[in-house]
């Protein structure tokens, strides 16, 4: 029996015009173009003007990674789009995409595992299309976090940026040089408090007045995130390679999620990575959540450094906690 690996067929991305720069935040908050480059590496970041929604640009990438698929809408058996800044609570993000592209036949579903919420989705899809090797799935990261900025904060405005990334997934034409090879996903609920979005859920639904008005916005405790992040990122990478006998050595590309650029320079360092094996656009984005992922990997793919049958490592963190990996050849 031949075996069956999934693999990214197309890949697109979309990001609103407007440029929100560390100079434009200055005015706003207490900050310095210093400071946030310093500390984050985050020069820029893409923010949806107030008539926009991030469906707008989900549709958009999800049609880019079909036409470079060259897969039709009407092929597609599943939408799976991974976000926690959806445009409304009902309906999902992902029927929203589904009616935009006319994907017909496609089932529909959004998926909630904040930062690492790409490959929880490049998880499922996986999943699906070995069992159903026809399949054709469109996985999306997708974030409006503009939206849930306190702007009066400046401990979380100057990290979040919004975009939209998607990959048509299906079962690889040639499974012995490209396609998902390993994906690991974990979660530790314990230190949820850490990071946060508390208000307009069903706990406290919108304008509930027991809760602080802060509490409507997304809250962080950096300091205790990046020591939980740089740890976990880590065990990830060395978990996937172990159990696949590979080294750092063989990695083409390590794709980090986007949080913190001293979170991926270590990451860096403890892989023992040179700079070029590290894709990094964190500075024109900021943290994008579930995008951030596909993003990086259409950007890298576009600049060249990223080629077909390529060893790439994607590694996330996320509130929650979330956190995963995927070992992939390109
Ligand atoms: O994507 C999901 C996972 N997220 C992450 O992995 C993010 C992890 N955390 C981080 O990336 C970093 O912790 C931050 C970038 C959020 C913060 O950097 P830090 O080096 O950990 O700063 P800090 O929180 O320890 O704060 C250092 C100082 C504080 O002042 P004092 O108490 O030393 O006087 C802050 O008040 O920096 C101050 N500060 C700022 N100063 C200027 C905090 N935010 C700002 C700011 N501008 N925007």
Redesign the pocket.
Known sequence: MSIVKSAVLGIGMAVPSKVLTNFDLEKM????DK??TE??GIKERRILEDEENISQYAIKASLEALERAKVSPEELNLIICATVTPDYLIPSLSVLVQEGIKAVNAGAFDLSA??SGFIYGLAVADQFIKNNPDWKILVIGAEALSRKTNWKD??IC??LGDGAGAVVMGSSPEPEKRGIIDVFLGADGSQWTL?TLKGGGSCYPPFDKRLPEEEYYIK?Q??E??KV?TRMMEKIALELLKRNSLTTDDIKLLVP?Q??LR?IEYLRERLNLPKEKVYVNIHKYG?T?AASIPLALYEAEKEGKLKEGDLVLLVA???GFTFGGALLRW
């Open positions: 908050v207490e900050t310095s400071w946030i500390r984050t904040t930062c400046r401990t100057v990290l990071l962080m950096g300091r995130v990046f992040a999620h949080a913190n979170i943290n959540s963190f996320g509130g």
